[in-house]
């Protein structure tokens, strides 16, 4: 029987900084592939959740004058907000302070030893507690930074080593075996040839300092904050009890993570995976990063988009749409406003609101405010013709290529659906045929009616409240709105009373 279920995750956040665009844009990404699997039937389960450990967190709650556990309640809300601020479905919210986590993280360390896969020594060598990532000195610039940019310092503590290096072959097997492990392709030949370089055993506790899960047995020793964060995957899902979410959703489905932290995800993850005999996730989709107006984005610049301000001045669906369609996914992206500003009115106010504005308005002052009277023989005869099996072939494409993240082919359909709407109507002129031929008026403009309806079924994922106000606007049914009614079957209703049509999509000015 096909696995009907998809449980996709976006990193734990950081607490010690306040979200910015980069937080906003992995959500949403992931969002909108949640939205998607949902509406092509699929029981979904989004996990999103805050990273509260580590020296970084530390050092910042001690800045800020607040004890760890202040500080964290008080930053991991903001990282809730964001989500509600965005409307991202999320299932569920981890905070890696949490009991079930610290259990879930226990379990998995005393399984990793038992395993024979953990051993007592110690780390000289250097540390970043900005990455919280250890570096070999030939990794270093020749400033002497981390490859990041983040300086290090060196450290010399006994240590418990995970012994990756024994699972570097296994790891080639699997990249091998698992083509499509690591999204997009060009990312994947990054991971292979790092791997293949040579894997050295992993330091994973620090005895420095106290903020985090101590190992269990040896409590002088704190878990390293990546083992303790990237748990996080399946204690949120119950682990170490295998019945309930865990046996539903395991392994899952997309690991949604910035490039910045692949590695930590195809290679520390997977291998941590094997040594403690769990399954493996099926994807690591790696996305870019985003620049403003063309500088990095850092906070020593001052340039950080605060994504709340952009919601506040732009509106949700014009930023969610904005983020999604500007970039090809996996590539870098840069945010200016113009371009914001240029999207949102080009291709949501002129083409898809002006589509269903001058349509709907029309059919409201001239047929009787109902969706236009046509026979069950039109609608057969019209499903059948080039642009309406083209548009049953899209839908299906659409479904084949968000299986492989391909999010802005989506896009890319839609527009093109709407403007071909947009040459059909300029072409037929409906308002013209009133007097002349009103039959073919109402074909013309019912054929309209139902192509906005799969512009709206179809944009769903990613305007979900703009997309609700479309297809509430042609009255279709709130249970009618999965990608399976998107077909003859379920074609809009001849004769549906609909409401007084209002503009969706507002034209945007610039800000300051
Ligand atoms: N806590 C770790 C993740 C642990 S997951 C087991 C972490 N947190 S983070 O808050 O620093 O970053 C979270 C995500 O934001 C990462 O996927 C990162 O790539 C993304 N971004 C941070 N800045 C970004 C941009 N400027 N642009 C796009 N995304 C970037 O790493």
Redesign the pocket.
Known sequence: MPNNRFYITT????VN?VP????A??SLACDVIARFMKLAGKEVWYLSGT?EHGQKVEKSALNNGLSPQEFTDKMSVNFRNLLKALNISNSDFIRTTEDRHKLGVKAFWNRLYENGDVYLGKYSGWYSVRDEAFYDESELTSEGLAPTGAPVEWLEEPSYFFALSKWQNKLLEFYEANPEFIVPKTRRNEVISFVKNGLIDLSISRASFKWGIPVPGDEKHIIYV?LD??T?YISALGYPDKTGNYSKFWPADAHV?????LR?HAVYWPAFLMAAGLPLPKSIIA????TNEGQK?SKSLGNVIDPFKLIEDFGLDQVRYFLMREVIFGNDGNYSQDNLIQRSNTELSNKIGNLIQRTCSFIFKNCEQKIPDVSQEFIEKMYQDVFFVQLQNIVKDIITQMANYNINAVLDYIMYITEQSNIYIDREAPWSLKNLDPRKMNEVLYRIVETVRYIGILMQPFIPDSAAKILDQLSVPENNRNFRHLTKEFAIKPCTRISEPRPIFPRLEIRN
Do not use: C, E, S
């Not at 910015?20 to 937080?23: A, F, K, S």
């Not at 993570?257 to 932290?261: A, E, F, L, N, T």
């Not at 996305?287 to 985003?290: Q, R």
């Open positions: 990193p734990i956040y950081y900084d910015h665009i980069g937080h844009y992995t990273d990546w964060a990237l996080n993570v910035g490039k910045d932290i930590f996305h870019g990063w985003w984005i």
